[in-house]
């Protein structure tokens, strides 16, 4: 025993085995760890971050369902379209949409949790949609009598999109909630311009107003099949001229507006 304890032992140190000292190069300093990032995590981290981002974008731009026409954004008029199924028609130019973003490619209409509801289940959750560009003969509201021709228009209408997959696109949400929009609706191979196909057969006219009027592209078109069935007597056009009263001047007689 060495004494005192503090003191070497040549015997004792030479006996003992030495602990080799680690190669600095085989671990680098902090600050050159920080200089040099690790790509193996760095990556898959950007990767996993911007397809979140991408993914979020993408649901709020294209697969967020809206409910009603006060949830539609600004940034969606004249931008966007909404497709969805036909729900009810209420008169000659408005219906009430069930958006389906998506369509059946999301699984609308045969996924579980995206069955389109029916009955008392749609209450707030339709868009109430007015076809743009043009005016159909008003029905009996509130007392007052029903223009001669709207029965013709609503049930043409209904017979033509109740229930079916439409295409709106949409230009504004005017004062009454509505969502104000060119509709499309697929007949067969050929996508028809619901609109315009009401303005040929006679069942409405163009839509005239002091202010607010939209017609998108197609106002020329829309024109164009007024006169054309104009002339061929079509539908409100078949009686005399004279007796001819058009639903604006019919509101404005009846509703003052």
Do not use: C
């Amino acid at each position: 025993m060495r004494w005192p304890p503090w003191s070497s032992n040549s015997k004792e140190d030479t006996s003992k085995p030495r602990v080799p000292l680690p190669n600095p190069k085989y671990f680098p300093s902090p600050a050159k760890e920080w200089a040099s990032p690790n790509w193996d995590i760095l990556i898959p981290t950007f990767i996993l971050t911007s397809t979140t981002i991408l993914s979020v974008h993408v649901y709020r731009s294209f697969l967020r369902r809206i409910p009603q026409a006060a949830s539609i954004s600004g940034s969606f008029f004249r931008k966007r379209s909404m497709f969805g199924k036909v729900t009810s028609v209420g008169d000659g130019d408005g219906f009430r949409l069930f958006h389906t973003p998506g369509g059946r490619l999301t699984g609308w209409g045969w996924m579980p949790g995206r069955k389109i509801p029916e009955g008392r289940a749609l209450k707030d959750q339709t868009i109430s949609v007015r076809i743009a560009g043009v005016d159909a003969p008003e029905l009996a509201h509130f007392g007052r009598p029903a223009q001669p021709g709207s029965q013709e228009a609503l049930d043409w209408l209904t017979s033509y999109i109740l229930h079916r997959r439409v295409r709106t696109y949409v230009y504004k949400r005017d004062q009454y909630d509505r969502a104000i929009g060119t509709v499309y609706v697929r007949r067969g191979l050929l996508r028809r311009d619901v609109g315009l196909q009401m303005l040929k057969k006679g069942l409405a006219t163009v839509y005239e107003a002091k202010t607010g009027a939209e017609f998108g592209e197609v106002e020329a078109k829309y024109r164009r099949a007024e006169w054309w069935a104009k002339q061929m007597k079509k539908g409100i056009w078949a009686g005399k001229n004279k007796a001819f009263e058009s639903p604006r001047e019919f509101k404005t007689r009846t509703m003052g507006i």
